[in-house]
């Protein structure tokens, strides 16, 4: 595996691939790495013929700097998890590489898609979301990239931040990498006490049975019925639980034959945020 630093001389090698008409995978991370992360890499490597994974804590899409602070950075070990699946390509810039003296970020229109859930509690956080993608993929320059369903809000405004900017790569969503007990991998789960780590599964239970309610039951009914269940909970603070359009993310009223909905849900656990959803059965 070949670590670059710089975008110059990523892109210089880069382009020597791109003139044999090879294609380039792209694997962007905030790095704390784990098996969810590399099953995006695997998916990768057999669609493409060079994976290039970043590991870039951006910054501005941290809406409290406390959690930036916070945020876990394990370079040494997510190097040596990146050789185990035999990851061609590493970019590990510095936040001066990636904004020069500027750390602002650019101003999206993603159609109002921003608005809902994630972008209603993290002010600003899609539009760092946007800025560091957008430079990202102008820097490398991938035939597809690879992000996981979990962010599923983001997979969205990342295909229309492709769409609406007329970038040339495909977005490849992939299913939510889970653990044994069913908690969604995050690179946060590192920061859970035993604990706090032996709740967290709660909250998929809880997502599970709700998708069985939706068989049945309304939207606002189910919506009360989890938001009680956390109320319960002495570990878990639910932040919100919602049911949406999978192309728009409107929250639902009722449910009509031919469209996708998604339930979503962010979780305090102590002090840390976890989100999750799960596709529902109409």
Request: hydrophobic content about 40%; overall charge positive; proline content about 2%.
């Amino acid at each position: 595996m070949i670590v670059f630093t710089e975008k110059k001389a990523l892109k210089v090698y880069l382009s020597n691939f791109k003139a044999q008409n090879k294609t380039i995978g792209f694997v962007p991370t905030m790095g704390a790495l784990h098996q969810g992360h590399l099953s995006l890499i695997k998916k990768a490597q057999q669609k493409t013929d060079i994976v290039v994974v970043s590991v870039f804590v951006n910054p501005t899409q941290f809406n409290k700097q406390e959690d930036l602070i916070k945020y876990p950075k394990t370079l040494k070990n997510d190097i040596k998890l990146l050789e185990t699946v035999s990851c061609d390509v590493l970019f590990n810039p510095s936040v001066e590489e990636i904004y020069s003296e500027n750390i602002v970020s650019e101003k999206f229109d993603f159609d109002g898609l921003e608005h809902k859930m994630e972008g209603e509690f993290r002010e600003g956080h899609f539009d760092g979301v946007g800025t560091v993608v957008k430079a990202l993929f102008e820097i490398v320059s991938p035939n597809k990239a690879y992000f996981g369903q979990k962010d599923f809000q983001q997979l969205k405004i990342i295909k229309k931040m492709v769409k609406k900017h007329r970038l040339n790569v495909k977005i490849k969503g992939c299913i939510i990498f889970r653990e044994e007990d069913g908690l969604a991998m995050s690179s946060r789960n590192t920061r859970l006490n035993k604990e706090q780590r032996n709740a967290a599964p709660f909250i998929y239970k809880t997502l599970k049975k709700a998708r069985k309610k939706f068989t049945v039951e309304n939207a606002d009914l189910i919506i009360d019925w989890v938001k009680n269940q956390f109320k319960k909970h002495p570990l878990l603070t639910i932040e919100y639980f919602t049911i949406a359009d999978e192309k728009t993310l409107k929250t639902i009223k009722n449910k009509e034959s031919g469209k996708k909905y998604r339930a979503f849900i962010a979780v305090f656990v102590g002090e840390i945020r976890l989100i999750d959803n799960i596709r529902l059965k109409n």
